[in-house]
């Protein structure tokens, strides 16, 4: 018996990953309506994630990890952790 070569499947499964999880994980949005650009979600995100965009913090879907901590740590409960299939129509929207 000779086991298969499956260095393709390798391959195939180390580039598809990546994205398969980007394009399942959620991103959290910050309701303008009660941000107060306190900064907070800014300074605990653990990858740089968050930044200032037309004046009110933003993720970067690129960078974030989905941890939340945004979310743990904002004072004035204005992130928005929507559901997978929000989050979809959000990104087919272009948000």
């Not at 398969?20 to 959290?28: C, D, G, L, T, V």
């Not at 900064?39 to 995100?45: L, R, S």
């Not at 740089?48 to 979310?71: G, H, V, Y």
Request: net charge positive; hydrophobic share 35%.
């Amino acid at each position: 018996f000779k086991a298969p070569n499956n260095s393709i499947l390798q391959r195939i499964r180390k580039k598809a990953v990546p994205h398969i999880f980007n394009f399942a994980s959620i991103k959290p949005i910050v309701n303008h309506n009660k941000c107060k650009i306190c900064k907070k979600c800014i300074e605990v995100c653990p990858v740089s994630a968050m930044n200032l965009t037309n004046k009110f913090p933003e993720a970067d879907r690129k960078k974030c990890i989905s941890c939340f901590c945004c979310d743990e740590h904002c004072p004035y409960g204005a992130i928005i952790l929507p559901s997978w299939q929000q989050d979809i129509f959000n990104r087919l929207k272009g948000k």
